[in-house]
């Protein structure tokens, strides 16, 4: 595939990315290990009203199952 080709696959993504960078409300990104999900969640954490909050980068499949809720939502 060419780089215009593999770009237009994305551009859904990026187009959510921008969204969410526009808000504050809680994202979650999800997929396979390696794929840039904490590089896409920094780039939402850098814009916007975002910015000036830490950026807290959570690995979900290190913690036990029955922690995940308690530990993301208190």
Not at 29 to 34: A, F, H, N, P, T
Not at 37 to 62: D, H, M, Q, T, Y
Not at 63 to 74: A, D, K, R, T, Y
């Amino acid at each position: 595939a060419g780089q215009a080709e593999i770009d237009m696959r994305f551009a859904p993504l990026l187009k959510m990315a921008e969204k969410a960078a526009g808000s504050m409300i809680p994202v979650m990104i999800e997929g396979e290990s390696g794929v840039g999900k904490e590089l896409l969640a920094r780039a939402i954490a850098g814009s916007g009203e975002r910015r000036a909050k830490p950026f807290v980068a959570v690995n979900c499949g290190a913690i036990p199952q029955n922690l995940v809720e308690s530990i993301l939502f208190g």
